[in-house]
């Protein structure tokens, strides 16, 4: 079979669905992969490596014209005319994304949208929102670090001493739990909250205190076990809880970093512009849900600004920012997934029994799918 691997096009994105480590595994399948030139180039793969490893440099029609098309975005308009119709598409398409899935589905193609996986144990070495999200876990820190203009670490000096960097995280899935082990590597002390109660534990364990806010309704605990391990929304009567002890957690904090996201809605408010006035000149949040809105209504997607003398980081794609790792990550999570789509013959075939391939089938034979 001919799988293609075309370059990204959307602003930023640089990151590449296929490495030379996939290429050459794919390539002892016994399958042709054209990589598109300068596919890897932003990644730090230059079209020698993946030569190098029995891939095929192409041009970008050789790369989208093929019978299975590996991509990081969601093809865009201008894209997805160039997908063969017939052909079949992996990449994380963004399965709340209505117009987007239509378009694949105009194009006639079959698509699967990754990140509509199942959170389960089979499913975990395809999970790209994990794997991803925990590079963003790790980049918020690196950069609240940069633009943070004191130490993270408590420092005894000749010249005095430093005082640790206070760190509230909001908000601890993935990417949380990564930001919590990073900013304590660098010796800050370290604060978190989410609305999940099995999270209080991995806090712990991490060395960070957990802001508890218990629940006073069965209606509070039951929203609050989630579904999927996902969040869902929190009664108000919680969340007003939640925000009075957050507050007092932000005026005290250097750094805040938030990660709050409820699948397919826009990203809970939980910093007010109220609790950045109380924070120190100086301090920075990094808002990891930016993209969703921000869960702080000062963030500027894609920019970061720095107001009431605070510095708020939007960034929208933290993973691209680690290119090469997320692209090596990426690249496996996509290798296995295709395990279950690519028969031992070496075709595709769709196996709808099998709950990861029925939850990430996004479009086919010309229709939506939504499973
Ligand atoms: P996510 O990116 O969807 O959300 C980030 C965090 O924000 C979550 O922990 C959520 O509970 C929290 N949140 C939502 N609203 C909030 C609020 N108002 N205040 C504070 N926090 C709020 O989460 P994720 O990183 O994708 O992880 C989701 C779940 O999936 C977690 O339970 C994680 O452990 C689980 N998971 C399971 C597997 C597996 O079993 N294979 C793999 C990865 C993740």
Not at 197 to 224: N, R
Not at 337 to 349: D, M, R
Request: with cysteine; proline share 5%.
């Amino acid at each position: 079979m001919r799988i293609g691997v075309p370059a990204e096009t959307m602003a930023g994105e640089t990151r590449v669905a296929a490495t030379p480590e996939t290429v050459k595994k794919l390539k002892a399948l016994g399958h042709q992969v054209c990589i598109e030139s300068g596919a890897g180039v932003a990644a730090s793969v230059p079209d020698a490596a993946y030569a190098a490893a029995g891939g095929e440099i192409a041009d970008a029609a050789g790369a989208w014209g093929a019978d299975l098309v590996l991509k990081v975005r969601c093809p865009s308009e201008a894209e997805a005319p160039r997908l063969r119709a017939g052909s079949t598409l992996v990449g994380m398409l963004n399965p709340f994304d209505a117009e987007g899935l239509q378009r694949l589905a105009t194009a006639g193609v079959t698509a699967y949208a990754l990140e509509a996986a199942p959170r389960t144990t089979r499913a975990q070495s395809m999970d790209v929102l994990s794997s991803q999200a925990n590079i963003a876990g790790y980049k918020a820190v690196m950069i609240a670090a940069d633009r943070y203009q004191r130490f993270f670490p408590m420092l005894m000096t000749a010249a005095g001493t430093v005082k640790a960097a206070r760190v509230v995280i909001l908000g601890v899935g993935v990417a949380g739990l990564q930001a919590i082990a990073t900013a304590k590597r660098l010796g800050a002390v370290i604060e978190a909250s989410d609305v999940r109660p099995s999270v209080k534990e991995q806090v712990e364990s991490l060395g960070a205190k957990f802001i508890d806010v218990p629940y006073e309704t069965a209606e509070e605990k039951e929203a609050a076990e989630g579904v999927g391990g996902y969040a869902r929304p929190m009664p108000q009567s919680w969340l007003d809880r939640q925000k009075a002890e957050v507050a007092k957690r932000v005026a005290q904090a250097d750094v805040v970093i938030t990660t709050a996201l409820i699948p397919g809605r826009p990203a809970p408010v939980l910093v007010t512009e109220d609790m950045v006035r109380s924070m120190k000149a100086g301090s920075v949040v990094v808002d990891l849900a930016a993209p969703q809105g921000g869960n702080c209504p000062l963030t500027e997607p894609g920019r970061t600004v720095v107001k009431h003398g605070v510095t708020l980081v939007g960034e929208t794609n933290l993973p691209a920012l680690v290119a090469a790792d997320a692209s090596s990550l990426y690249a496996r999570n996509v290798l296995d997934f295709l395990k279950l789509i690519i028969n031992k013959e070496g075709a595709l075939h769709m196996d709808l029994q099998d709950d990861i391939v029925a939850a990430c089938l996004v479009a086919h034979e010309g229709a939506v799918k939504r499973a």
